[in-house]
């Protein structure tokens, strides 16, 4: 993982205004549902809890990560829009399904893959494409105009990559074939839930490539780890944590 792409993680929007400790992650949304209910709303009228809440986002998050003929990239982009602009927008003010689309469209045009909004429409069921962009300012507005994304992928390709080449096998034994699929996957499924909104993609890759090797007891993968890669054990350890 190079020094450069971790300086520009540090210095990014991504870092400084996308990534939180869990206590500030419960606090924004305990404040964001208690906004949800007009003050002047009737007792009886029922408000969604927070863990309803997370229920309901998850169910359209798993959708886009199934979002067919897109990039991985591109659906793991619009996965952490929604995230984001859900954090601190209630659930009840938007149509979930329109701001899931237009999380879509606008991840297509930041990451640079080719779309048309009829589309993403066509695909989704939706009659009217213009309602994808009837929303598109206010989810760059919820998003604070902040659209670069750094995902787990690219560290991910590099743990193994340095794995491959410099782990040490016993006789006999051989490198996994479906370990870089399976670790990719993981990192994907990830998504649902706050990883990407609590830790670094260095940490999640790290914390996906030491679940995805313990299928794999022969692989020594924490001593290669505290060996050969720079992260202190405390920064392993808090990784694996995540999963």
Not at 77 to 91: G, I, N, Q, W
Request: proline content about 5%; hydrophobic content about 40%.
């Amino acid at each position: 993982i190079s020094s450069k792409r971790k300086k520009m993680f540090g210095e990014s929007t991504h870092f400084r205004e996308w990534t939180f400790t869990e206590q500030e992650l419960a606090s924004i949304r305990a404040e964001t549902n208690a906004a949800q209910k007009p003050p002047d709303a009737p007792e009886n009228e029922h408000a969604l809890t927070i863990e309803e809440e997370s229920l309901l986002k998850q169910y359209y998050e798993s959708r886009i990560i199934v979002w067919p003929n897109l990039p991985q990239k591109v659906k793991s982009t619009a996965v952490v829009y929604f995230k984001r602009f859900f954090l601190r927008t209630s659930v009840l003010a938007f149509d979930l399904k329109l701001i899931m689309l237009t999380c879509i469209f606008l991840a297509c045009k930041i990451e640079e893959r080719s779309t048309d909004v009829n589309e993403i429409a066509l695909v989704a069921g939706l009659q009217k494409p213009q309602d994808i962009l009837a929303n598109e300012l206010a989810l760059v507005s919820g998003l604070r105009f902040h659209f670069i994304v750094f995902h787990p992928y690219h560290p991910l390709q590099s743990l193994i990559s340095d794995l491959k080449a410099n782990l040490r096998l016993e006789a006999g034994k051989e490198f996994p074939t479906t370990l870089e699929s399976d670790a990719n996957q993981l990192a994907e499924r990830s998504l649902t839930t706050d990883l990407c909104l609590t830790y670094s993609p260095a940490q999640i890759a790290l914390g996906v490539l030491s679940k995805i090797t313990e299928k794999h007891p022969h692989l020594p993968f924490r001593e290669y780890i505290l060996t050969e890669v720079s992260f202190s054990i405390f920064f392993y350890d808090q990784s694996l944590k995540s999963f």
